[in-house]
Protein backbone atom coordinates (compact mmCIF):
# COMPACT_ATOMS: atom_id res chain seq x y z
CA UNK A 1 0.00 0.00 0.00
CA UNK A 2 1.69 3.48 -0.90
CA UNK A 3 1.55 5.43 2.21
CA UNK A 4 1.51 8.75 0.89
CA UNK A 5 0.90 11.55 3.09
CA UNK A 6 -2.72 11.75 2.99
CA UNK A 7 -1.82 8.13 4.51
CA UNK A 8 -0.17 9.39 7.30
CA UNK A 9 3.36 9.02 5.49
CA UNK A 10 5.48 6.38 5.49
CA UNK A 11 4.78 3.71 8.10
CA UNK A 12 8.08 2.93 10.27
CA UNK A 13 5.88 1.51 13.43
CA UNK A 14 5.79 -1.44 13.08
CA UNK A 15 6.58 -2.62 16.39
CA UNK A 16 3.26 -0.93 16.98
CA UNK A 17 0.90 -2.42 14.78
CA UNK A 18 1.41 -4.06 11.46
CA UNK A 19 -1.14 -3.57 8.51
CA UNK A 20 -2.96 -6.77 8.10
CA UNK A 21 -1.72 -8.15 5.01
CA UNK A 22 -4.69 -8.53 2.00
CA UNK A 23 -4.44 -12.19 1.91
CA UNK A 24 -5.14 -12.26 5.55
CA UNK A 25 -8.00 -9.87 5.24
CA UNK A 26 -9.69 -11.76 1.93
CA UNK A 27 -10.20 -15.05 4.24
CA UNK A 28 -10.93 -12.49 7.07
CA UNK A 29 -13.48 -11.07 5.17
CA UNK A 30 -15.37 -14.25 4.14
CA UNK A 31 -15.36 -15.50 7.33
CA UNK A 32 -17.05 -12.58 8.38
CA UNK A 33 -20.07 -12.44 5.41
CA UNK A 34 -20.07 -16.02 3.95
CA UNK A 35 -18.85 -18.40 6.69
CA UNK A 36 -20.06 -16.79 9.69
CA UNK A 37 -21.23 -19.70 11.34
CA UNK A 38 -20.65 -19.57 15.17
CA UNK A 39 -18.10 -22.71 15.76
CA UNK A 40 -19.95 -23.85 18.98
CA UNK A 41 -23.25 -24.43 17.19
CA UNK A 42 -22.47 -27.56 15.60
CA UNK A 43 -26.02 -28.53 14.54
CA UNK A 44 -25.79 -27.45 10.90
CA UNK A 45 -23.26 -26.76 8.08
CA UNK A 46 -22.54 -22.90 9.21
CA UNK A 47 -21.33 -24.77 12.55
CA UNK A 48 -19.66 -26.93 11.09
CA UNK A 49 -17.72 -25.25 8.89
CA UNK A 50 -16.24 -22.76 11.68
CA UNK A 51 -15.07 -25.07 13.65
CA UNK A 52 -13.42 -26.79 10.80
CA UNK A 53 -11.85 -23.57 10.40
CA UNK A 54 -10.78 -22.83 14.06
CA UNK A 55 -9.27 -26.23 14.01
CA UNK A 56 -7.15 -25.93 10.60
CA UNK A 57 -5.81 -22.28 12.24
CA UNK A 58 -5.11 -23.92 15.09
CA UNK A 59 -2.73 -26.20 12.96
CA UNK A 60 -1.09 -23.87 10.87
CA UNK A 61 -0.51 -22.23 14.10
CA UNK A 62 1.20 -25.42 15.67
CA UNK A 63 3.24 -25.64 12.87
CA UNK A 64 5.12 -22.13 12.61
CA UNK A 65 6.15 -23.30 15.87
CA UNK A 66 6.97 -26.61 15.76
CA UNK A 67 4.14 -27.25 18.56
CA UNK A 68 1.28 -29.32 19.21
CA UNK A 69 -1.97 -28.54 18.07
CA UNK A 70 -3.54 -29.36 21.17
CA UNK A 71 -1.62 -26.85 22.93
CA UNK A 72 -2.67 -23.57 21.00
CA UNK A 73 -5.53 -21.71 23.17
CA UNK A 74 -7.06 -18.63 21.28
CA UNK A 75 -7.07 -15.08 22.81
CA UNK A 76 -8.02 -11.87 22.16
CA UNK A 77 -4.58 -10.82 21.76
CA UNK A 78 -0.49 -11.55 24.00
CA UNK A 79 -2.37 -9.25 27.28
CA UNK A 80 -5.22 -11.95 27.70
CA UNK A 81 -2.87 -14.74 27.21
CA UNK A 82 -0.43 -13.51 29.55
CA UNK A 83 -2.97 -13.16 31.83
CA UNK A 84 -4.43 -16.66 31.40
CA UNK A 85 -0.98 -17.73 31.53
CA UNK A 86 -0.32 -16.10 35.15
CA UNK A 87 -3.67 -17.24 36.43
CA UNK A 88 -2.63 -20.70 35.57
CA UNK A 89 0.89 -20.35 37.43
CA UNK A 90 -0.83 -19.02 40.19
CA UNK A 91 -3.03 -22.06 41.05
CA UNK A 92 0.43 -23.81 40.83
CA UNK A 93 1.65 -22.86 43.88
CA UNK A 94 -0.22 -24.33 46.88
CA UNK A 95 -0.03 -22.08 50.57
CA UNK A 96 2.67 -19.65 49.33
CA UNK A 97 3.17 -16.80 46.93
CA UNK A 98 4.72 -17.76 43.50
CA UNK A 99 7.76 -16.77 43.12
CA UNK A 100 7.95 -14.96 39.95
CA UNK A 101 11.59 -13.54 38.16
CA UNK A 102 11.13 -11.28 35.39
CA UNK A 103 13.18 -9.03 33.41
CA UNK A 104 13.03 -5.66 34.26
CA UNK A 105 12.48 -4.95 30.04
CA UNK A 106 9.45 -7.04 29.90
CA UNK A 107 6.26 -5.37 28.50
CA UNK A 108 3.94 -4.00 30.33
CA UNK A 109 1.65 -6.82 29.86
CA UNK A 110 3.68 -8.59 31.70
CA UNK A 111 4.99 -6.53 34.17
CA UNK A 112 1.69 -4.82 34.78
CA UNK A 113 0.08 -8.61 35.29
CA UNK A 114 2.57 -9.64 37.83
CA UNK A 115 2.56 -6.29 40.10
CA UNK A 116 -0.92 -6.93 40.09
CA UNK A 117 -0.27 -10.64 41.53
CA UNK A 118 2.14 -9.10 44.04
CA UNK A 119 -0.56 -6.48 44.96
CA UNK A 120 -2.87 -9.20 46.04
CA UNK A 121 -0.48 -10.91 48.15
CA UNK A 122 0.11 -13.68 45.17
CA UNK A 123 3.53 -13.62 44.02
CA UNK A 124 6.63 -12.11 44.77
CA UNK A 125 9.01 -10.50 41.93
CA UNK A 126 12.67 -10.80 41.57
CA UNK A 127 14.19 -8.13 38.77
CA UNK A 128 16.41 -9.37 36.22
CA UNK A 129 18.75 -6.40 35.13
CA UNK A 130 19.86 -5.63 31.86
CA UNK A 131 22.99 -4.25 30.65
CA UNK A 132 23.21 -0.64 29.10
CA UNK A 133 22.86 -2.31 25.53
CA UNK A 134 20.06 -4.27 27.18
CA UNK A 135 21.36 -7.76 26.80
CA UNK A 136 20.84 -9.79 29.55
CA UNK A 137 23.34 -12.18 31.66
CA UNK A 138 22.20 -15.77 31.23
CA UNK A 139 24.62 -16.22 34.41
CA UNK A 140 22.34 -13.72 36.55
CA UNK A 141 19.02 -15.84 35.26
CA UNK A 142 21.10 -19.10 36.42
CA UNK A 143 21.50 -17.78 39.95
CA UNK A 144 17.93 -16.98 40.66
CA UNK A 145 16.52 -20.46 40.01
CA UNK A 146 17.02 -21.90 42.85
CA UNK A 147 14.61 -19.03 44.31
CA UNK A 148 12.12 -19.16 41.61
CA UNK A 149 8.94 -21.05 40.44
CA UNK A 150 7.97 -18.61 37.00
CA UNK A 151 10.51 -17.38 34.91
CA UNK A 152 9.56 -14.33 32.53
CA UNK A 153 12.05 -13.35 29.30
CA UNK A 154 10.40 -12.08 26.28
CA UNK A 155 11.87 -13.35 23.04
CA UNK A 156 12.58 -10.03 21.65
CA UNK A 157 12.08 -6.64 23.29
CA UNK A 158 9.11 -4.02 21.93
CA UNK A 159 11.66 -1.10 22.17
CA UNK A 160 15.47 -1.50 21.21
CA UNK A 161 14.51 -4.92 19.39
CA UNK A 162 17.09 -7.07 21.23
CA UNK A 163 16.44 -10.71 20.61
CA UNK A 164 16.98 -12.68 24.26
CA UNK A 165 18.37 -16.02 24.79
CA UNK A 166 15.42 -17.94 25.34
CA UNK A 167 15.93 -21.25 24.56
CA UNK A 168 19.13 -20.92 26.76
CA UNK A 169 16.97 -19.86 29.33
CA UNK A 170 14.72 -22.49 29.16
CA UNK A 171 17.22 -25.32 29.29
CA UNK A 172 18.40 -23.33 32.17
CA UNK A 173 14.92 -23.21 33.77
CA UNK A 174 13.97 -26.65 33.21
CA UNK A 175 16.64 -27.63 34.69
CA UNK A 176 15.91 -26.15 37.33
CA UNK A 177 12.35 -27.71 37.74
CA UNK A 178 11.45 -23.52 37.24
CA UNK A 179 8.47 -22.74 34.73
CA UNK A 180 8.98 -20.47 31.89
CA UNK A 181 6.58 -17.92 30.26
CA UNK A 182 7.96 -16.20 26.94
CA UNK A 183 6.26 -13.01 25.90
CA UNK A 184 7.00 -13.87 21.78
CA UNK A 185 4.78 -10.99 20.57
CA UNK A 186 7.69 -9.40 18.43
CA UNK A 187 9.52 -12.14 17.54
CA UNK A 188 7.01 -14.82 16.09
CA UNK A 189 7.88 -16.08 12.84
CA UNK A 190 10.62 -13.52 12.59
CA UNK A 191 13.12 -15.31 15.33
CA UNK A 192 13.59 -18.70 15.07
CA UNK A 193 11.39 -20.49 17.49
CA UNK A 194 11.02 -24.25 18.30
CA UNK A 195 8.56 -25.17 21.12
CA UNK A 196 9.35 -29.04 20.09
CA UNK A 197 12.62 -28.63 21.09
CA UNK A 198 12.10 -25.99 23.87
CA UNK A 199 8.82 -26.40 24.98
CA UNK A 200 7.88 -23.15 27.17
CA UNK A 201 5.53 -24.01 29.46
CA UNK A 202 3.70 -20.71 28.59
CA UNK A 203 4.22 -18.99 24.90
CA UNK A 204 2.08 -16.41 23.90
CA UNK A 205 1.64 -13.88 21.40
CA UNK A 206 -0.96 -11.95 19.21
CA UNK A 207 -1.93 -11.45 15.60
CA UNK A 208 -2.00 -7.70 14.78
CA UNK A 209 2.08 -7.87 15.40
CA UNK A 210 2.42 -10.61 12.35
CA UNK A 211 -0.24 -8.71 10.32
CA UNK A 212 -3.04 -10.40 10.94
CA UNK A 213 -5.99 -7.73 12.92
CA UNK A 214 -6.20 -6.63 16.27
CA UNK A 215 -8.13 -9.01 19.10
CA UNK A 216 -6.73 -12.00 17.96
CA UNK A 217 -3.72 -13.76 19.43
CA UNK A 218 -3.15 -17.18 21.51
CA UNK A 219 -1.35 -19.05 24.05
CA UNK A 220 -0.03 -21.64 23.31
CA UNK A 221 1.24 -24.43 26.57
CA UNK A 222 1.18 -28.25 27.33
CA UNK A 223 0.48 -26.98 30.85
CA UNK A 224 -2.50 -25.09 29.96
CA UNK A 225 -4.95 -27.08 28.61
CA UNK A 226 -7.70 -24.94 27.27
CA UNK A 227 -11.86 -26.00 27.78
CA UNK A 228 -12.70 -24.14 25.08
CA UNK A 229 -10.74 -21.50 22.00
CA UNK A 230 -10.93 -18.34 25.02
CA UNK A 231 -9.10 -20.67 27.05
CA UNK A 232 -12.01 -19.93 29.54
CA UNK A 233 -13.30 -22.20 32.01
CA UNK A 234 -16.47 -22.82 33.32
CA UNK A 235 -20.04 -24.26 31.92
CA UNK A 236 -20.59 -21.89 29.23
CA UNK A 237 -17.43 -21.69 26.50
CA UNK A 238 -17.27 -18.32 24.48
CA UNK A 239 -18.79 -18.19 21.05
CA UNK A 240 -15.00 -18.17 19.05
CA UNK A 241 -13.98 -15.10 17.15
CA UNK A 242 -13.43 -17.02 13.83
CA UNK A 243 -12.49 -14.46 11.58
CA UNK A 244 -9.79 -13.50 13.63
CA UNK A 245 -8.44 -17.13 14.31
CA UNK A 246 -8.70 -17.67 10.40
CA UNK A 247 -6.52 -14.68 10.07
CA UNK A 248 -4.42 -15.45 12.34
CA UNK A 249 -3.91 -19.19 10.83
CA UNK A 250 -3.26 -17.48 7.33
CA UNK A 251 -1.07 -14.97 8.97
CA UNK A 252 1.19 -17.65 10.21
CA UNK A 253 1.24 -19.34 7.69
CA UNK A 254 2.58 -16.33 5.43
CA UNK A 255 5.41 -16.35 8.52
CA UNK A 256 6.52 -19.89 7.70
CA UNK A 257 6.83 -19.56 4.24
CA UNK A 258 7.87 -15.57 4.13
CA UNK A 259 8.79 -14.84 7.51
CA UNK A 260 12.93 -15.28 7.18
CA UNK A 261 13.77 -14.09 4.01
CA UNK A 262 11.50 -10.90 5.00
CA UNK A 263 14.10 -10.53 8.12
CA UNK A 264 16.93 -10.78 5.90
CA UNK A 265 15.34 -8.20 4.16
CA UNK A 266 14.73 -5.91 6.58
CA UNK A 267 18.35 -6.72 8.33
CA UNK A 268 19.82 -5.14 5.21
CA UNK A 269 17.64 -2.03 4.97
CA UNK A 270 18.18 -1.28 8.41
CA UNK A 271 21.34 -1.61 7.81
CA UNK A 272 21.52 1.02 5.31
CA UNK A 273 19.29 3.18 7.35
CA UNK A 274 21.42 3.37 10.07
CA UNK A 275 24.29 4.21 8.07
CA UNK A 276 22.48 7.05 6.45
CA UNK A 277 21.19 7.90 9.80
CA UNK A 278 24.91 8.07 11.06
CA UNK A 279 26.33 10.07 7.96
CA UNK A 280 23.48 13.03 8.71
CA UNK A 281 22.98 13.43 12.27
CA UNK A 282 26.01 14.62 14.31
CA UNK A 283 26.66 12.53 17.72
CA UNK A 284 23.64 10.14 16.57
CA UNK A 285 23.49 7.34 19.25
CA UNK A 286 22.53 3.59 18.18
CA UNK A 287 20.91 2.28 20.87
CA UNK A 288 20.59 -1.63 21.92
CA UNK A 289 22.69 -4.15 20.12
CA UNK A 290 22.87 -7.72 18.22
CA UNK A 291 20.97 -9.91 18.04
CA UNK A 292 18.13 -7.78 17.38
CA UNK A 293 14.81 -7.84 15.37
CA UNK A 294 16.01 -7.07 11.49
CA UNK A 295 13.55 -4.23 11.06
CA UNK A 296 14.01 -2.49 14.47
CA UNK A 297 16.31 1.18 14.80
CA UNK A 298 16.61 2.62 17.78
CA UNK A 299 18.21 6.16 18.06
CA UNK A 300 18.57 8.83 20.08
CA UNK A 301 19.73 12.85 19.15
CA UNK A 302 20.82 14.40 21.73
CA UNK A 303 19.50 18.00 21.94
CA UNK A 304 16.26 17.55 20.14
CA UNK A 305 13.45 16.37 22.55
CA UNK A 306 11.63 13.04 20.78
CA UNK A 307 8.19 14.44 21.08
CA UNK A 308 9.08 17.77 18.87
CA UNK A 309 11.07 15.30 16.46
CA UNK A 310 8.07 13.22 15.48
CA UNK A 311 5.75 16.63 15.90
CA UNK A 312 7.55 17.51 12.93
CA UNK A 313 7.65 14.53 11.17
CA UNK A 314 3.49 14.03 11.29
CA UNK A 315 2.14 13.27 8.21
CA UNK A 316 5.16 12.71 6.99
CA UNK A 317 6.74 9.75 8.43
CA UNK A 318 5.36 7.17 11.49
CA UNK A 319 8.04 6.57 14.30
CA UNK A 320 7.78 6.64 18.07
CA UNK A 321 8.78 8.11 21.16
CA UNK A 322 8.66 4.47 22.48
CA UNK A 323 6.26 1.74 22.97
CA UNK A 324 2.46 1.62 21.31
CA UNK A 325 1.58 1.50 25.23
CA UNK A 326 3.45 4.45 26.03
CA UNK A 327 2.14 6.68 23.07
CA UNK A 328 0.56 9.35 24.19
CA UNK A 329 1.45 9.02 27.69
CA UNK A 330 4.91 10.49 26.79
CA UNK A 331 6.32 8.77 30.06
CA UNK A 332 10.26 7.68 30.58
CA UNK A 333 10.77 4.46 29.10
CA UNK A 334 11.07 1.95 31.84
CA UNK A 335 13.26 -0.07 29.27
CA UNK A 336 15.70 2.92 28.27
CA UNK A 337 16.00 2.99 32.15
CA UNK A 338 16.69 -0.13 32.91
CA UNK A 339 19.15 0.04 30.21
CA UNK A 340 20.71 3.39 32.61
CA UNK A 341 20.69 5.25 29.26
CA UNK A 342 22.01 8.96 30.39
CA UNK A 343 18.76 11.61 30.67
CA UNK A 344 19.60 13.47 27.26
CA UNK A 345 19.43 9.87 25.31
CA UNK A 346 16.21 8.88 26.94
CA UNK A 347 14.16 11.99 26.11
CA UNK A 348 15.92 12.05 22.52
CA UNK A 349 15.08 7.88 22.13
CA UNK A 350 13.27 7.48 18.61
CA UNK A 351 12.07 3.74 17.86
CA UNK A 352 12.08 3.15 13.77
CA UNK A 353 10.03 -0.34 12.64
CA UNK A 354 10.20 -1.79 9.25
CA UNK A 355 7.79 -4.13 8.00
CA UNK A 356 6.96 -6.38 5.56
CA UNK A 357 6.05 -3.56 3.00
CA UNK A 358 8.75 -0.85 3.33
CA UNK A 359 11.20 -0.16 0.71
CA UNK A 360 14.56 1.01 -0.24
CA UNK A 361 12.90 4.30 -1.23
CA UNK A 362 10.31 4.51 1.99
CA UNK A 363 14.25 3.73 3.91
CA UNK A 364 16.04 6.90 1.68
CA UNK A 365 13.10 9.57 1.56
CA UNK A 366 12.45 8.69 5.78
CA UNK A 367 15.78 9.02 6.57
CA UNK A 368 16.47 12.50 5.00
CA UNK A 369 13.23 13.47 6.73
CA UNK A 370 14.14 11.98 9.96
CA UNK A 371 17.90 13.93 10.15
CA UNK A 372 16.12 17.11 8.51
CA UNK A 373 13.27 16.96 11.17
CA UNK A 374 16.35 16.81 14.25
CA UNK A 375 18.17 19.43 12.67
CA UNK A 376 15.30 21.92 12.88
CA UNK A 377 14.73 20.88 16.15
CA UNK A 378 18.25 21.12 17.34
CA UNK A 379 18.67 24.35 15.63
CA UNK A 380 15.60 25.99 17.02
CA UNK A 381 16.01 25.06 20.88
CA UNK A 382 19.79 26.47 20.65
CA UNK A 383 18.50 29.93 18.86
CA UNK A 384 16.10 29.73 22.06
CA UNK A 385 18.62 28.77 24.22
CA UNK A 386 21.50 32.02 23.18
N1 LIG B 1 4.15 -7.96 24.60
C1 LIG B 1 4.87 -7.24 23.72
C2 LIG B 1 6.34 -7.48 23.61
C3 LIG B 1 4.25 -6.28 22.90
O1 LIG B 1 4.97 -5.58 22.02
C4 LIG B 1 2.85 -6.08 23.04
C5 LIG B 1 2.15 -5.04 22.24
O2 LIG B 1 2.64 -3.94 22.07
C6 LIG B 1 2.13 -6.86 23.97
C7 LIG B 1 2.83 -7.79 24.73
C8 LIG B 1 0.65 -6.72 24.14
O3 LIG B 1 0.00 -7.30 23.04
P1 LIG B 1 -1.57 -7.15 22.76
O4 LIG B 1 -1.74 -5.78 22.22
O5 LIG B 1 -1.88 -8.19 21.77
O6 LIG B 1 -2.28 -7.37 24.04
Known amino acids: MPMTESTGGIYLDHHATTPVDPRVAEAVMRYMVEEFGNANSVDHVHGERAAAAI ?47 LSRVEHPAVIDTARR ?3 LG ?49 ELAAAAGVAMLVDATQGVGRVPLDLSETPFDYFVFSGHKIHAPKGVGALVSSVYR ?19 IVGLGIACRLMSQEGATDEQRLRGLSALMRAELRATVPDLVLNGSDPRLGGNIHIS ?19 STGAACMSGAQGASHVLQAMGLPQDVQES ?17 ATQRIASAIASVRTSLERHNA
Open 117 to 119: AER
Open 349 to 365: ALRIGLGRHTTREDVLH
Open 226 to 244: AENNYGLSGSHAATPNVPG
Open 301 to 319: APGAPNDLVVARLRNEVAI
Open 55 to 101: EAATDTVAELLSADSADVCFTSGSTHAIELAFSHALGTVEGSPLRVA
Open 122 to 170: MATLQWIDVAPDASIDLNRIEGLLPEVDLLCLMAANNEVGTIYPVAKAY
